[in-house]
């Protein structure tokens, strides 16, 4: 069983940045396909970015060339570092993790077994 609880939500202006963690803990971290999700109150989750065990990562349109997520497994953590946030970025963000065997975001919630409590980011004008 895996257990993830995120952190670092807040707060921001827009333009402003954001560094989330997502730490892991009961099973071995690194064989699992990792991934950020986000939801706003009536609309669907929608992914964000994941990272596979080589640390290859694939982003959602809306967020390529301002997210980055990456991971320690020293640590046992995964991050998602968000810059120029923009006021659409506001939702509540989760980490998702699970054995994938092609471990990508676009598959969408449904192929995520394991989740964190989430995350409130929000992004003002």
């Known amino acids: 069983q895996v257990q993830l609880v995120e952190s670092g939500g807040d707060s921001v202006q827009a333009g402003g940045s954001l560094r989330l963690s997502c730490v892991v803990s009961g099973d071995t971290y690194g064989n699992y396909c990792m991934a950020w999700f986000r939801q706003v109150p009536g609309k669907e989750r929608e992914g964000v970015a994941s990272?596979?065990?080589?640390?290859?990562?694939i982003y959602a349109d809306s967020v390529k060339g301002r997210f980055t997520i990456s991971k320690d497994n020293a640590k046992n953590t995964l991050y998602l570092q968000m810059n120029s946030l923009k006021p659409e970025d506001t939702a509540m963000y989760y980490c998702?993790?699970?054995?994938?065997?092609?471990?990508?975001?676009?598959?969408?919630?449904?192929?995520?077994?394991?989740w964190g409590q989430g995350t409130q980011v929000s992004v003002s004008f």
């Open positions: 998702a993790a699970d054995h994938l065997l092609f471990c990508t975001v676009e598959l969408g919630p449904q192929a995520f077994t394991y």
């Open positions: 990272i596979n065990s080589h640390s290859t990562t």
